[in-house]
């Protein structure tokens, strides 16, 4: 369960604005919730080139952490960080949930949050076009290709966009050193109790912000 005082990721998604998809109140539950971060500052001591980190949270619709790691990294920059660290979390999260889950992602990154529901609104049978052309930064390689198939495996997604100083991924991401216990937590295959919910009000549904990434 979530630290006592700490909002679980289902709170944090529902509080948050997901860019570019309106959604109503009872399509907002997700089954599980992945919270990713990405860091290329460097540790004390170390270049430019090293000291990054990559972190995920993973919990279900109930509160019942999944895993959490928090590795180190050598991304090009902070913004190709990102992009690796939701690779990752996709693909920690398929092997642990159903294909037909349902996945509610929280960034504090805001390009992709974007471009993650784009995709979603291009290639899951929406009705609405996608807002805009996705571009991806040129060092990201391949991460992105992974994301859109880890995307695609999963009946529904949803990314919202979260701050930094609210994001539980994001001292795994910007301390691994200090963190690196967190990655011998014993695997869970957790299912959620079921999702639905009688709640009236709805959440925030869409995000006007700008482009400006963490």
């Given at each position: 369960m979530a630290a006592y005082g700490r909002p679980t990721l289902r709170d944090l998604f529902d509080e948050s604005p997901t860019?570019?998809?309106?959604?109503?109140?009872?399509?907002?539950?997700?089954?599980?919730?992945?919270?990713?971060?990405g860091s290329f500052r460097p540790?004390?001591?170390?270049?430019?080139?090293?000291?990054?980190?990559?972190?995920?949270?993973?919990?279900?619709?109930?509160?019942?952490?999944?895993?959490?790691l928090s590795v180190p990294d050598t991304a090009p920059d902070?913004?190709?960080a990102e992009y690796r660290a939701l690779h990752l979390g996709l693909d920690v999260l398929a092997a642990r949930a159903p294909r037909d889950a349902r996945v509610g992602l929280l960034i504090d990154h805001d390009q992709l949050a974007g471009n993650v529901n784009a995709e979603v609104l291009a290639t899951h049978?929406?009705?609405?076009?996608?807002?805009?052309?996705?571009?991806?930064?040129r060092r990201t390689g391949l991460h992105w290709r992974g994301i859109q198939a880890r995307l695609n495996g999963f009946t529904e997604v949803r990314a919202a966009r979260i701050s930094g100083d609210r994001n539980p991924a994001h001292p795994l991401?910007?301390?691994?050193?200090?963190?690196?216990?967190?990655?011998?937590?014993?695997?869970?295959?957790?299912?959620?109790?079921?999702?639905?919910?009688?709640?009236?009000?709805?959440?925030?549904s869409r995000s006007e912000r700008g482009g400006a990434s963490d």
């Open positions: 860019p570019h998809i309106a959604h109503p109140p009872r399509s907002h539950h997700r089954d599980f919730y992945l919270a990713t971060d540790h004390s001591g170390e270049t430019a080139d090293h000291g990054g980190g990559l972190g995920v949270v993973i919990e279900t619709f109930d509160g019942q952490r999944v895993t959490r902070n913004n190709v049978g929406s009705v609405y076009d996608p807002p805009h052309a996705v571009t991806v930064p991401a910007n301390a691994p050193d200090q963190y690196a216990h967190v990655n011998g937590e014993p695997d869970r295959c957790v299912l959620p109790r079921t999702t639905t919910t009688d709640d009236r009000v709805p959440p925030p």
